[in-house]
């Protein structure tokens, strides 16, 4: 009986080791794609097709991984006034707006509003009750997580970071891997700047680095950079 036993717990990490989430081959970029969105100032020039590939094919992967992630905490649906908002909570969601990323984020600057950015417009704030409106959907399998980082009072600070250098203020929206600067930012930056610059000391780890030029930070791999964070809660 020990060895039966012992046979199906092998074959169960086998399986799970070798389990991949599928997705849609057709929603990978062209290269017409790719030379559109430099052409129109969406992407920056330093940012290649290779690296521009690459990120959104790990995008996808994360995609479905990420989605699943509501296994792990009681599930929510459509409902804001169950969740209480802390400054510095991460928002990431697959929703699929014309940015020229999959998926979006945002970063909670207090407990009511939630500071991002996308194509076309400079960095503007919107309420939870926005997000679940329109990055929620169970029919088109659309989702959105909340992830918190442990440390309230360094995400405080990230927050304070984000609404200092980012709201009200005019920067233009451009995907690339320069993350010195605030002049033009996209939704999954601002995140990743608030903590890597808002937190005296922090470890929040950088994006590949191909040739000098580090490449776009994915909005579904921000809980993956930064880091101890947690998932708060998820809507679905």
């Not at 969406?42 to 690459?54: A, C, I």
Request: with cysteine.
């Amino acid at each position: 009986m020990k060895r039966f036993f012992s046979v199906i717990l092998l074959l169960t990490f086998l399986f799970m080791g070798n389990t991949s989430f599928a997705y849609d081959e057709s929603r990978l970029p062209t290269r017409e794609d790719y030379n559109k969105l430099v052409e129109e100032g969406v992407l920056g020039e330093s940012v290649t097709y290779e690296q521009f590939y690459e990120l959104q094919k790990e995008s996808l992967e994360l995609e479905e991984q990420l989605g699943d992630d509501w296994e792990k905490i009681t599930i929510t649906r459509a409902n804001a006034s169950s969740y209480r908002i802390l400054g510095g909570d991460i928002f990431v969601t697959n929703g699929r707006i014309s940015s020229g990323l999959i998926g979006h984020a945002g970063i909670a600057i207090n407990s009511q509003e939630i500071l991002s950015t996308q194509k076309g417009e400079t960095p503007k704030t919107k309420s939870l009750q926005y997000w679940i409106k329109n990055y929620v959907s169970a029919s088109d399998k659309v989702w959105l997580n909340v992830y918190r980082y442990k440390y309230s009072t360094d995400a405080l600070k990230a927050a304070r970071w984000a609404e200092k250098t980012y709201k009200g203020k005019s920067a233009r929206y451009r995907i690339d891997g320069d993350f010195s600067t605030t002049s033009y930012t996209y939704c999954s930056k601002i995140v990743w700047q608030a903590y890597r610059y808002g937190i005296p000391k922090t470890d929040i780890g950088y994006p590949p680095n191909t040739a000098g030029f580090y490449a776009p930070i994915s909005p579904l791999k921000l809980s993956h950079y930064i880091n101890p964070t947690s998932l708060a809660k998820a809507y679905r």
